[in-house]
């Protein structure tokens, strides 16, 4: 077979493929989009959950039906996947579950670099953890035959550059045939129930401690033998850039980043006379190999922050703390010259409004010319932060706050927001500006349940943003394409804002950089129905 | 083991076709039987700011990235970027800046990034075929006779630039 040139994300998604992975969902989030992309474009079942938490549900339930599920999201999602996440810890699973946590250190584009190797602490699940494309194929399949072994979920950590890094893989010659799905009733195992769950918790913890046993003796923790001087313990792309920074010191490597082979790890320390834990993010080999006793030097602390590379690598080994130098400052992202949102930026600093904003390309509204965004922390989050100021600012201050909000956020967490709004709201009535302009366009124009197609961009059921709004009994909502009106839609924001009732304006107009795609598979959906309904009176 | 390898990084803006362009040309080193890594961040570098892609090839390649002062080579697609990306050419590193190829010269304004690679062509050990290749299975058919020209105007105007023993 021919090696292949590819990302670690479309690495694990072939992995998926060839492992027989029965369902894949997940939600978009740099850098962990592209894997169900990729899924999907081979053949595998491949769906965008509305969110993280829904995904990982989807998934589990696959899981219990004995079948193998691929869940993918961002790190951030994992937050919001941690509820179910942390109970199917202790359920188990009849099939397979792997759930890929992709981690941004750096942050080319998230909010945060959390460090989700502390999920797998704190949920007790099994993490592996690929270094480039073709472990991130290998390791996929190991994740596979430890979930099915153990009946647990497994977590994947993957980070911006093993997702987006391409290099080669050589892929295996077969398919594997997964065992076919089917229920089997463990009522005791998965109803948790508290008498049910502290047995799960101990069976969870005895389950842990086979793994551990089992990461002592695994090819998946290889050590490499080299200078005595120099023993480094690494995980991830960072044993990459360490085999460059230290070609000629010992390595253990670690596949599984928990549970740890800690007795390998102590006999590889006994061995050199200085052995180093070379990891990006927070301390957290070095933290638990300390705890165990053994004697690691862990990096300097600035070397938490941002990603690691190989000159970052030779700084840490040669414990070197002086200032780095600047990191060149390239032109920052904007919105395009053409974005459907500068009208409502621009109506937002006319009329002086404190913006609770949200995750999305529109958090550029943030940047120069309108500097039109004051917070942005979450999914969802805009629309509570903006209830929240609305009930204690000043009247002065508070009539001017604005939730604002794209159409796949506001699918994701935002509904819960306007339930909140309706149950609680502000004496002086709230205004949520929900921006839809039909795609989920920052990660690169994914589908999501308001566009009425699904990943593939096939026709599907449509969520109606508005409708929900109404339903839900929100006294004032109104529709308008603020690229079509500016001025129209500064006086009906103006008029909102004045209104002291609670209200959502949906401000519609299709991405400029996606509408031609959007006509396109609307086209085909519309040709796909009417070719199932001629069919449909022909077999009458 | 210590192996050679090359480092080549593209920096431009977002939609100038600098990750086309990458992987043209890790495909080709792929193509020509080399180890092959090549990074870069998407996301935000979408909407218009600045990109870069590093491309490494050799016997064997280890870390994705290409450490600052460590370039081979640095191709440039935007006059803007050429002072932002310089710091990681090595000394004595060439660079290949994007007024190169006067672009009216271009048989289409968006095929600067072939024509830089072609030009950085000039320079490597790959062999042309496995550009070519490569190019042909990353630019749809009609646009290929546009793409392949650039790629040639590229190549001689390096070998003006650079002479032909580069």
Not at chain 1, 318 to 329: F, K, V
Not at chain 1, 471 to 482: E, K, R, W, Y
Request: aromatic content about 4%; some cysteine; glycine content about 10%.
């Amino acid at each position: 077979m021919e090696r292949k040139l590819l990302s670690g994300d479309e690495a694990a998604a072939l992995a998926a493929f060839d492992a027989g992975v029965a369902l894949g969902t997940g939600y978009p989030g740099t850098p962990s989009t592209e894997i169900l992309e990729a899924f999907g474009a081979l053949g595998g079942r491949a769906q965008w959950a509305p969110n993280e938490k829904v995904a990982l549900e989807v998934g589990l339930g696959v899981a219990y039906g004995a079948a193998r599920a691929l869940v993918t999201m961002k790190h951030v999602g994992l937050n919001v996947a941690a509820d179910p996440l942390f109970t199917a810890a202790y359920t188990g699973v009849s099939g397979a579950l792997v759930v890929v946590s992709a981690d941004d250190p750096g942050m080319a584009s998230s909010q945060n670099e959390q460090d989700n190797r502390r999920y797998a602490v704190a949920a007790g699940l099994p993490m592996l953890e690929p270094a480039d494309a073709q472990e991130a194929y290998d390791l996929f399949f190991a994740a596979i035959e430890i979930s099915e072994r153990w009946r647990i979920p497994v977590l994947f950590r993957m980070t911006t550059r093993v997702c987006h890094s391409r290099s080669l893989v050589m892929p295996r010659t077969q398919r594997q045939v997964p065992p076919s799905a089917c229920f089997e009733r463990d009522v005791g195992g998965r109803v948790m129930i508290p008498t049910n769950a502290r047995p799960a918790h101990r069976r969870l913890r005895a389950k842990l401690a086979e793994i551990a046993h089992f990461a002592e003796g695994s090819a998946l923790n290889p050590l490499q033998d080299g200078d005595r001087k120099l023993g480094i313990i690494t995980a991830g792309v960072a044993y990459f850039h360490a085999a460059e920074a230290a070609p000629a010191a010992s390595f253990l490597k670690l596949g599984m980043v928990y549970p740890l082979p800690l007795e390998r790890a102590r006999s590889f320390a006994a061995r050199v006379e200085r052995c180093v834990v070379i990891e990006e993010g927070d301390p957290v080999l070095a933290d638990a190999l300390r705890a165990a006793g053994i004697a690691v030097e862990s990096k300097p602390e600035m070397y938490r922050f941002g990603e690691l590379d190989v000159p970052r690598v030779r700084r840490i080994l040669a414990r070197d703390e002086s200032p780095e130098p600047a990191a060149p400052t390239g032109k920052p992202p904007e919105l395009c010259p053409s974005c459907p949102y500068h009208p409502v930026y621009a109506a937002l600093k006319q009329l002086d409004c404190i913006v609770a904003g949200d995750i999305g390309c529109y958090s550029l509204g943030v940047l120069e010319p309108y500097r039109a965004m004051d917070t942005c922390v979450a999914m969802g989050a805009s629309i509570g932060v903006g209830l929240g100021l609305r009930h204690v600012l000043p009247a002065e201050q508070a009539r001017r706050v604005v939730s604002v909000i794209g159409d796949s956020t506001f699918v994701h967490s935002g509904v819960s927001g306007l339930i909140e709004m309706i149950y609680n709201p502000p004496v002086i009535g709230h205004v949520v500006l929900v921006l839809d302009n039909g795609t989920t366009a920052m990660t690169g124009h994914q589908e999501h349940p308001g566009t009425g197609r699904t990943l593939d961009h096939a026709p599907t059921g449509k969520v109606s943003i508005e409708g929900i709004a109404r339903a839900l009994g929100v006294p004032s909502v109104t529709v308008i394409d603020p690229f079509a009106d500016p001025g129209g839609f500064e006086r009906l924001l103006a008029e909102r804002l004045a209104a002291r009732v609670p209200s959502v304006i949906v401000a519609r107009h299709p991405c400029v950089l996606a509408a031609a795609a959007i006509r396109k598979w609307d086209k085909l959906g519309t040709e796909r129905r009417e070719a199932i309904s001629c069919t449909a009176c022909a077999e009458e | 083991m210590h192996e050679t390898i090359t480092n080549v990084v593209l920096a431009g803006l977002g939609g100038q076709g600098v990750v086309k362009a990458s992987d043209i040309l890790a495909d080709a080193a792929r193509r020509a039987g080399l180890d092959v890594k090549k990074a870069e961040i998407h996301g935000m570098s979408q909407r218009g700011g600045s990109v870069t892609s590093d491309v490494r090839f050799g016997s064997r390649v280890l870390s994705p990235m290409v450490p600052r002062g460590e370039a081979d080579y640095l191709l440039v697609l935007a006059p803007s970027e050429v002072d932002v990306a310089r710091p990681v050419l090595k000394a004595g590193g060439v660079l290949i800046p994007p007024d190169l190829v006067p672009e009216d010269a271009l048989p289409h304004p968006r095929s600067l990034n072939v024509a830089l690679l072609g030009a950085l062509s000039h320079h490597l050990a790959l062999p042309e075929a496995s550009l070519l290749a490569a190019l042909q299975a990353a630019i749809p058919e009609r646009l290929l006779e546009v793409n392949e020209k650039a790629f040639a105007l590229g190549r001689a105007a390096a070998a003006r630039a650079w002479g032909a023993g580069a």
